[in-house]
């Protein structure tokens, strides 16, 4: 079993000793679609994987929020935002904007890119580097400003 699996099942445990209903409920969800790609699939997800399920989970919440602000659902909007606080948990530490300004920076000498045709390049050496780290669509506006610019 993947190491970041089993951190999620010990803080699915602390929750529930805790009595964190909101954390747990969160958590529970987390594995539930962990399972759901390892049944469909019929593999079992290693870290990466899971790193990639919980981006794009972090993903859906911030969409959700901004489009329940947007509608004026402040009690839906707060809830996603426990539920986005709680998936941060399982992430590695977000990229600061000069780190991530000078891993696109490597990322473009790396690949030879020269133009906005190359930027498939560049962002496929991106994407490991920064998954769970950093917003894909911050990093692909960097990326354009630069191969523009």
């Known amino acids: 079993m993947s190491e970041l699996k089993l951190r999620i099942n010990?803080?699915?445990?602390?929750?529930?000793?805790?009595k964190d209903k909101a954390r747990l409920g969160t958590i529970r969800m987390i594995q539930a679609e962990i399972k759901r790609i390892e049944v469909d699939e019929r593999i079992e997800l290693n870290d990466t994987r899971v790193m990639a399920v919980l981006d794009k989970m972090q993903k859906q919440r911030r969409d959700s929020?901004?489009?329940?602000?947007?509608?004026?659902?402040?009690?839906?909007?707060?809830?996603?935002?426990?539920?986005?606080?709680?998936?941060?948990?399982?992430?590695?530490?977000?990229?600061?904007?000069e780190e991530l300004a000078g891993l696109v920076d490597q990322a473009v000498s790396e690949s030879s890119a020269q133009s906005m045709q190359d930027m498939g390049k560049v962002m496929g050496i991106l994407k490991p580097q920064i998954l769970g780290r950093a917003d894909m669509g911050v990093v692909s506006k960097l990326v354009k400003a630069k191969l523009a610019g």
């Not at 010990?10 to 805790?18: F, L, V």
């Not at 489009?67 to 009690?75: K, P, V």
């Open 10 to 18: 010990a803080e699915m445990k602390s929750a529930m000793r805790a």
């Open 65 to 97: 929020i901004s489009q329940f602000d947007e509608a004026g659902r402040q009690d839906l909007a707060d809830q996603e935002r426990q539920e986005l606080e709680v998936i941060k948990t399982f992430l590695p530490q977000a990229l600061t904007e």
